[in-house]
């Protein structure tokens, strides 16, 4: 108690910061004796494990005692000292401080002695088996580390001695509620860890532990609730609903093999099953109230089944729509009106599950997929269309149909819009025309003037027309956005065309001639009905493709130039091929020796052969028109070159003109036969009598041949003053150049050359 003359001098001030710094100093000093008493309390209990019960409640009762003090001194200083703070701050402040930091360091002693009484009642509660409370003990004691961990000036070996202990007591907590669990809910896995094929699923079963057995009737159970709420408030409950260990239980729940003729089961029947098993671990397990105050029968707000909901909707969903929605989706549009059912039987599985507490809120993303059902038909429909066109792509070219100016798409037709309109069209065309005279041509086109010529194509470009064909002939009966993104998938199907043939069959196309030309054709056939493919659409798709983008003619020329780059490339590898075998005829010079005219001969016969299989190939695969020129153009490269070589020739003797002859004859009778277009013999010699149309260099291949026969006067008249057929084939300097090679140097020779301008 404060002296009378404390009381008098203390409107001075000056002595009651003497006071004031007394009782601060007497406080720190108290509180430094307090800590090291506590400190060393805390040391013996649970690093020495030395019992001091009684100790520790007295230090309770100073530490209170304490904070008392502290409190009436910092009303002080608030209230009467802060009246005279202009003029002694300074003073003030630091005792103000020192003040602050003995609060400090008493907080800390409280947090030491509320994490003491925390772990005593945590032990008295685990010895009862009141889980929940020691678990919420066990959390309050964890609170109170971390704050004692935030201050940075607290002994660190002492804070290392209680992370330790609330470590031990944690796990120690946890084994006996492991212990308890493993009586409660079991999974039977079977003996092979491979859960991918179907007997090990149907060896996989949940056993579920409800009533205790006779013989635990000593040690009663504790409820299923209080041990899985003991698990929450740990944290550990998410990953003990995700294992079990292996215990015999009441209730068995097991999977059945059920043979079905459908590839995928109906989403109402998986819906009921999974709605069967729910509501069986609702009705045994998880209609179970996980609340703080379980263990006081208060109220429970939140139930296992919520919880459980939370962590297995989102996979258990999305399981759903990858494993049955996505194959439930209807395949023709005429069969979306029958999916309502599926729709309406999600929805009853949602509120079912919602019933159950398992789902909370709105609409979830399964019912979201379901109900999105025109979306996802058009983009099942056409990914299987473009999975369809790539393995038609990807098959084998040489199988091959015959196309012919009769043959059609086998697609249904097409209705006719706007029929009568047509009619009033044509009704007022009757009216105002009536005295014309008819302006029809007498001379009409032949009706498959503007067919593709007949020819052989593959069957599975055939079958990828068609799926054009149908999946447009879908759009016309689907809705706007289905109709857009199937009339593009069409559109992808030929850009998809263009990059995947020509690579796919990249080798073959370059080996096999017969290969080049069916893709030849394949190429040109995609063109040509690509030419009225979206006109024949176009009134009949939705309206927002009916301003003009409903076309495909912008691919054909690609088309075209695809088909025709492949062949030539073909052409250019058989050029070569036959240039290469007349390399080795040795120049047709000196026909006298055997060897060079064995040499000769034989790279005639080569080529000759080269063309006949060319020919026997490309039969009837080619177009005719198409054929003839390709082999007329092979045929004149091999004629031009043995002209070229023999033209070349300095020196021809007699008898080299002879065998000369003889090889030039060989090709003149058999190079028309390389001219069969077409299987019936008969038909081919129309073709084989017109050779001189697609090889330009025969009629002077012909003229060689007489030269090499003919005499100077012979020569002379055929060149006729530049007007003969000598002239028409051969220039004056070839012919000059012919005649000094066949003939010796005379008068006669002289003045044969000089009728030669």
């Known amino acids: ?17 003497e006071d004031l710094s007394t009782q601060i100093s007497h406080l720190t000093w108290r509180v430094e004796e307090i800590k090291g008493e506590v400190c060393s309390m805390i040391s013996k209990k649970y690093s020495e494990f030395l019992p001091s019960m009684q100790s520790a409640q007295d230090l309770v009762t100073q530490v209170d005692k304490l904070s008392h003090d502290i409190d009436q001194l910092k009303s002080t200083i608030e209230s009467e000292v802060r009246q005279d703070l202009h003029v002694s701050t300074a003073e003030f402040t630091d005792l103000k401080q020192q003040l602050e930091r003995d609060s400090v360091v008493l907080s800390l002693l409280k947090q030491l002695q509320e994490f003491s009484a925390a772990i005593e009642e945590y032990n008295c509660a685990l010895a009862e088996k009141k889980y929940v409370t020691a678990a919420q003990r066990l959390e309050e004691a964890q609170k109170c580390l971390k704050l004692l961990k935030s201050r940075k000036c607290f002994d660190l070996k002492m804070l290392k ?13 946890l084994y006996h509620l492991g212990e308890e669990w493993q009586k409660l809910i079991v999974w039977k896995f079977p003996p092979s860890k491979d859960t991918s094929n179907l007997e090990s699923c149907l060896l996989t079963e949940l056993h579920l532990y409800t ?17 899985l709420l003991a698990f929450s408030v740990l944290g550990e409950l998410h990953t003990k609903l995700k294992s079990f260990e292996n215990q015999p239980n009441i209730i068995i729940i097991r999977f059945e093999s059920v043979m079905t003729d459908l590839e995928h089961p109906s989403p109402s029947e998986v819906f009921v099953k999974i709605r069967l098993v729910l509501e069986v671990l609702q009705k045994q397990l998880l209609d179970l109230p996980l609340d703080t105050d379980l263990e006081n029968e208060k109220t429970s707000k939140i139930v296992l089944a919520e919880m459980l909901g939370d962590m297995i909707w989102e996979d258990l969903s999305e399981c759903l729509i990858k494993n049955c929605l996505v194959y439930s989706i209807p395949t023709n549009s005429s069969k979306l009106e029958q999916y309502e059912e599926i729709i309406q039987s999600t929805e009853e599985f949602e509120n079912a599950l919602k019933e159950m507490r398992f789902l909370k809120g709105d609409t979830t993303d399964l019912l979201k997929y379901a109900r999105n059902i025109n979306s996802h038909f058009a983009n099942k429909k056409c990914q299987d269309v473009i999975v369809a066109a790539r393995n038609l792509m990807t098959s084998e070219i040489h199988n091959t149909v015959k196309i012919t100016p009769d043959s059609k798409i086998s697609v249904p037709d097409l209705p006719r819009p706007d029929e009568d309109d047509k009619l009033q069209v044509q009704k007022m065309s009757t009216i ?8 029809q041509p007498e001379n009409t086109l032949d009706q498959h003037s503007f067919a593709l010529p007949p020819c052989h194509i593959s069957e599975s470009v055939k079958k990828l027309m068609e799926l054009a064909y149908q999946t447009l002939l879908e759009a016309t009966t689907s809705s706007d956005q289905c109709a857009v993104q199937l009339f593009y998938s069409v559109r992808n199907i030929f850009h998809l065309f263009h990059d995947v043939v020509p690579t796919y069959h990249k080798e073959n196309l370059q080996k096999l001639p017969q290969l080049a030309a069916i893709h030849h054709n394949n190429c040109m056939y995609i063109a040509h009905h690509l030419l009225t493919l979206g006109h024949q659409f176009r009134l009949r798709l939705a309206p927002i493709l009916c301003d003009g983008t409903t076309t495909f003619v912008d ?9 025709t780059e492949c062949f030539l490339a073909q052409m250019r590898a058989q050029k070569r091929a036959l240039l290469e075998r007349l390399s080795s005829a040795r120049n047709f010079s000196n026909m006298d020796d055997e060897e060079n005219y064995s040499a000769a001969s034989k790279a005639v016969r080569q ?5 006949k299989r060319l020919g026997t190939v490309w039969q009837d695969v080619l177009p005719v028109n198409i054929y003839c020129k390709a082999m007329g153009t092979l045929l004149n490269t091999a004629i031009s070159e043995i002209i070229g070589r023999i033209t070349a020739l300095e020196d021809i003797s007699t008898a080299d003109g002879d065998r000369l002859y003889s090889l030039c004859k060989t090709v003149m009778d058999e190079g028309p036969q390389v001219f069969a277009p077409l299987s019936e013999e008969n038909k081919n010699k129309k ?16 003229e060689l041949m007489i030269i090499l026969q003919a005499s100077l006067q012979e020569i002379g008249d055929r060149w006729a003053d530049g007007k003969g057929p000598l002239a028409a084939a051969f220039s004056s300097s070839e012919v000059k150049a012919l005649i000094r090679a066949l003939f010796q140097n005379t008068e006669r020779r002289a003045a044969a050359l000089a009728k030669i301008k």
């Open 555 to 563: 691919l054909v020329p690609g088309f075209r130039r695809l088909g």
């Open 211 to 227: 009533e205790q057995s006779q013989n635990e009737e000593k040690t009663p159970v504790p409820p299923a609730s209080s041990i």
């Open 161 to 173: 001695s209680l992370s330790m202990e609330l470590t031990i007591q944690k796990q120690n907590i």
């Open 1 to 17: 108690m404060a002296s009378f003359v404390t009381k008098v001098l203390a409107p001075s001030g000056s002595l009651e910061k």
């Open 432 to 439: 105002q025309y009536n005295e014309v005279v008819n302006l």
């Open 607 to 611: 080529v000759l052969h080269q063309l």
């Open 687 to 702: 073709y084989q009598e017109e050779v001189p149309v697609y090889v330009p260099k025969w009629m002077p291949f012909k």
